[in-house]
């Protein structure tokens, strides 16, 4: 297993992991049961993405992809302007 990446909350750690599985990659969250106790850890390293050695490359080439997205210019909705709505 390689550590392939550190999300920034439990929440994208969840959603990456699940974006993974939907491309055939199996991820496992690292650290999700410390995020309770951030008060008195230090914040940072504490999540992170591992994956199995032969799917590591292309798993860190879907999350680089992922991470390079931008919203679609024009898919905003006119009540929300400037705010993109999931």
Known sequence: MQRIYE?????EAELL???LASE???ASIQGSDLVGGMGELPALGLLGLAVADDQALYARELIDAY???SPVADDEPESFPD???C
Not at 7 to 11: E, F, I, N, T, Y
């Open 83 to 85: 705010v993109l709505v």
């Open 17 to 19: 992991s699940g974006m």
């Open 67 to 69: 991470n390079a997205a």
């Open 24 to 26: 055939g990659v199996s």
């Open 7 to 11: 999300p920034q909350s439990l929440m």
